[in-house]
């Protein structure tokens, strides 16, 4: 089953002279449950593609289709809500709200949509993360494991359709970074999580199922990996 579908798709930034064109009429699908590693040089794009993936930023042009949904057709306010439901999003700096536990900021995307918690979710969360007894504790009393550890919760707690990571572990120590791609891998596996993930690193990129390359905004080489 086709979970994302990216057609034509281009990001100009700038007009004229100094135009510059971050991404390059890409197109390329990801079938449910896949975990494809994307790779480039840096200002290759591969960071702005998936901003567009994400719904983070807004193409110049092209498609991006989502569980058969083209997110761009969206108004504002109903992409933010698709984007909540369906899209996580995990970065290399982790972007918790300060004031926020760690239980209330992997409950945030339920609590902004309205919707009731669902505790037994976030207990599963908590004990699978390793953060049950660092539930009711702030950001800044974490260590940068646990901060993303608890960014990849909130990214799950909605099941979402698609989940995007840009450099997730870029701001960690070896050991802690092995222990977030260790994670991303077990949902992936186990409850068949889709998985785009930007990398610099070889040996991350090397446990995905297919590896996309991007240089100057196009995809340069297009490789699975593993079936």
Do not use: C, W
């Not at 510059?20 to 994307?38: C, I, L, M, P, R």
Request: glycine share 8%.
């Amino acid at each position: 089953m086709t979970i994302l579908r990216v057609e034509n798709l281009t990001k100009i930034y700038g007009k004229g002279e100094t135009a510059v064109t971050a991404v390059d009429n890409v197109s390329f699908s990801v079938e449910k449950g896949e975990f494809v590693a994307v790779v480039g040089p840096s200002g290759s794009g591969k960071s702005t593609l998936l901003h567009l993936l994400g719904g983070v930023d807004v193409p110049t042009s092209g498609k991006v289709y989502i569980d058969g949904t083209d997110i761009y057709s969206l108004d504002r306010s109903r992409l933010a809500i698709f984007r909540r439901r369906q899209i996580g999003l995990i970065y290399q700096f982790y972007n918790l709200i300060p004031v926020l536990n760690v239980e209330e900021n992997i409950m945030l995307p339920l609590l902004l949509d309205g919707r009731k918690e669902d505790k037994g979710k976030l207990k599963e969360l908590l004990v699978t993360l390793g953060l049950e007894d660092r539930a009711h504790h702030l950001p800044n009393q974490l260590s940068g494991g646990q901060q993303q550890r608890t960014s990849i919760g909130r990214a799950l707690i909605n099941n979402p359709a698609l989940v995007l990571a840009d450099e997730p572990t870029g701001n960690l120590d070896s050991r802690n970074g092995e222990e977030i791609i260790s994670l991303l891998k077990m949902y992936n596996q186990k409850y068949k999580q889709t998985l785009i993930l930007v990398t610099h690193d070889e040996k991350i990129a090397l446990q995905a199922d297919r590896i996309i390359s991007i240089e100057d905004g196009k995809i340069a080489k297009d490789e699975v990996i593993r079936k």
